[in-house]
């Protein structure tokens, strides 16, 4: 009986002790402290890069809060947040990645592959925590076949990719803390 209730209040304590613990560990893998840290901002990113769909830089400010929002137990406000987020897109490149030939000596040989890079500029201010203070370049790219389509019929879709993994890297870098 005496060992029954030894172990009782050892289970106890540990509840207790694992409750009191104030950084929260979800399965989205952060590590936020939800008692000091309850809100976020995003300022509109602005398309510096002299490239890209009319609407790229919106998409990706929306985007990025739209990750936020369901991957953090954190309210979105619309400026001075607890975590704020402010930035642009700083590079919108197309680059030939594989050549290949033409088969004619007259004619030039052509892309084989093309490859779409996008890069970001974020400035991450925690306001609880300045220490985790940052400017960070973020950069992906995806690869396409112009022989068999046009950059016009994918790039909607090579862009969405691209932000989508420029945005798991913000938010790796920012509040996982890997």
């Known amino acids: 009986m005496k060992l029954n209730r030894i ?6 304590v540990t509840i207790l002790g694992l409750q ?15 008692e000091l840290v309850k809100t976020f901002s995003v300022e ?14 919106q998409r990706f400010t929306e985007a990025l809060k739209e990750y936020y929002q369901r991957n953090t137990q954190l309210e979105l406000v619309r400026s001075n ?6 930035g642009s897109i700083v590079s919108y490149t197309l680059t030939p990645q594989a050549v290949v030939s ?4 007259n004619l030039p040989d052509r892309a084989g592959q093309m490859r779409l890079t996008i890069t970001v500029s974020v400035e991450y ?5 300045e220490e985790e203070n940052k400017k960070q370049t973020f950069a992906f790219f995806k690869d396409y076949d112009p022989r068999t389509v046009t950059l016009l019929d994918v790039e909607s879709e090579l862009v969405e990719d691209i932000f989508e993994t420029i945005i798991q890297d913000i938010f790796t870098a920012t509040v996982a803390n890997w």
Do not use: H, R
């Open 7 to 12: 172990k009782f209040l050892l289970v106890w």
């Open 20 to 34: 009191g613990c104030a950084v929260k560990y979800s399965f989205t893998g952060t590590n936020i402290n939800y």
């Open 44 to 57: 509109n990113f602005f398309n510096d890069s002299g490239g890209g769909p009319a609407n790229m830089e």
């Open 81 to 86: 947040g607890d975590l704020q987020f402010s």
């Open 102 to 105: 033409s088969g004619d000596p």
């Open 125 to 129: 201010i925690n306001m609880t925590n």
